[in-house]
């Protein structure tokens, strides 16, 4: 059973403050990795991906990526009480296209 | 309009009825898949299809039917509804190698 964790919160961050999510998965042969984030009531939305190993920036987003720890991570610099939601890593693995999703970290930006 | 819906986004059904959640894309994607999420189980995948007549089994297929005679859409039936899937339903859509676009669920109770 393919396995994607994550701590599911809530992680409090003080706006302006960097809030840091991290993210493991158990199938060695993962090859593409996502972030998801997903308002109380809505759906999930697609905010990062990343494939290989290192950083990959999007505005004030990060995605972080170690493939030789099983370890993806998202950093959200300058937090805003808008980016509280919770927040799905997803993980697919190398031969096909289904994603498997963690149970989400839950942020709050507290003003 | 282009994207992806679902209908309806909300049903109350009894115990033992058949119901049909519908789901149409209309960036004619390949890929087309099924989730359901559970507070404390995340999303979790119950069919997926790779293209029109092409479907497969997820992690929790029981119960659930699917089909895909068109590559805009993806139904799924569950054949006599239960309790347990009581649920929220999101379908979704991809191209290759890239992260899903949801729609926006479906909310079913089932009593």
């Known amino acids: 059973q393919k396995e994607v964790e994550q701590n599911s919160g809530p992680l409090s961050v003080p706006e302006g403050a960097i809030a840091s999510l991290n993210c493991t998965y158990s199938d060695r042969v993962s090859q593409s990795f996502f972030w998801y984030r997903q308002y109380s009531g809505k759906s999930p939305e697609l905010i990062m991906s990343?494939?290989?190993?290192g950083d990959k920036e999007d505005g004030r987003f990060t995605a972080q990526l170690n493939k030789a720890s099983q370890y993806v991570s998202l950093l959200i610099r300058d937090s805003q009480p808008s980016d509280s939601a919770t927040y799905l890593c997803?993980?697919?693995?190398?031969?096909?296209?289904?994603?498997?999703f963690g149970t989400g970290t839950q942020l709050k930006v507290e003003l | 309009d282009a994207g992806i819906t679902q209908s309806p986004r909300y049903k109350i059904t009894e115990t033992g009825r058949q119901v049909t959640l519908m789901c149409h894309q209309t960036?004619?994607?390949?890929?087309m898949f099924w989730y359901r999420q559970d507070l404390g189980h995340g999303l979790r995948l119950i069919y997926y299809?790779?293209?029109?007549?092409?479907?497969d089994k997820g992690e929790v297929p029981d119960g659930y039917v699917v089909s895909r005679s068109k590559t805009e859409n993806f139904p799924l039936t569950l054949e006599s509804a239960t309790r347990s899937q009581t649920s929220v339903y999101f379908c979704a859509s991809s191209r290759d190698d890239y992260g899903y676009t949801f729609g926006s669920g479906t909310r079913l109770t089932v009593v």
């Open positions: 960036w004619s994607h390949s890929y």
């Open positions: 990343i494939y290989s190993n």
């Open positions: 997803a993980v697919k693995e190398g031969g096909g296209n289904k994603l498997t």
């Open positions: 299809s790779a293209a029109a007549d092409i479907t």
